[in-house]
Nanobody, 122 residues
């Protein structure tokens, strides 16, 4: 089992930045591929970014490429999502997730956090 807790959400103006964190506990964090997803009201959950167990490979959804950066610190059992040039359409609840396997992916996640709200005002 892996427990995931997100933090760092909040209200920011368009063009601003936020950094989300996801702290993991439980089984060995470094053995999991980690991902970020988001869900806006009335919309389906959307893949945002993923990172391999070593941090050497990353994978992004088209809507955030060039603006968001995923990273991880295995010594701190934490994964991050740096969000720059935020837009009102980035407003959503952001979720951290973990999956077994070595490759970053947009599907197949076994463990999920409770989410953190990000609101971008225009």
């Amino acid at each position: 089992q892996v427990q995931l807790v997100e933090s760092g959400g909040g209200l920011v103006q368009a063009g601003g930045s936020l950094r989300l964190s996801c702290a993991a506990s439980g089984r060995t964090f470094s053995s999991y591929t980690m991902g970020w997803f988001r869900q806006a009201p009335g919309k389906e959950r959307e893949f945002v970014a993923a990172i391999s167990w070593s941090g050497g490979r990353t994978y992004y959804g088209d809507s955030v490429k060039g603006r968001f950066t995923i990273s991880r610190d295995n010594a701190k059992n934490t994964v991050y999502l740096q969000m720059n040039s935020l837009k009102p359409e980035d407003t959503a609840v952001y979720y951290c997730a973990a999956r077994s396997g070595i490759s970053p992916s947009s599907h197949g996640y076994d463990y999920w956090g409770q989410g953190t709200q990000v609101t971008v005002s225009s």
